[in-house]
């Protein structure tokens, strides 16, 4: 079986992490909490504005993600190219 590998916010991960068991890995634990769980149970239950702003703030979370990916990779060049002077 492959592995899949995702990013998760520190709140996030610390509310997983706090669900493990002795024993347990996190895939283990993901299984445990969604077993039984269908998404299509959920359809229709946000109204149109609730699911709106969560889809701008899903967006805006994304942009200033891939921002600090893309100012980590120029500081990183930055370094290198200091190292090769």
Do not use: C, P
């Not at 990013?7 to 347990?24: F, N, Q, T």
């Not at 703030?57 to 200033?64: D, K, L, Q």
């Amino acid at each position: 079986m492959g592995t899949t590998t995702i990013s998760l916010s520190e709140d996030a991960y610390e509310a997983l992490k706090a669900e493990k068991r002795e024993g347990e890995s996190f895939s283990d634990v993901v299984r445990r909490l969604t077993a039984g769980i269908e998404l299509a149970d959920y359809h229709g239950v946000l109204s149109t504005e609730t699911a709106d702003a969560l889809e701008e703030a899903i967006a805006g979370r994304r942009r200033e993600h891939a921002e600090a990916r893309s100012n980590r990779q120029e500081q990183v060049t930055e370094a290198i190219d200091l190292l090769d002077e």
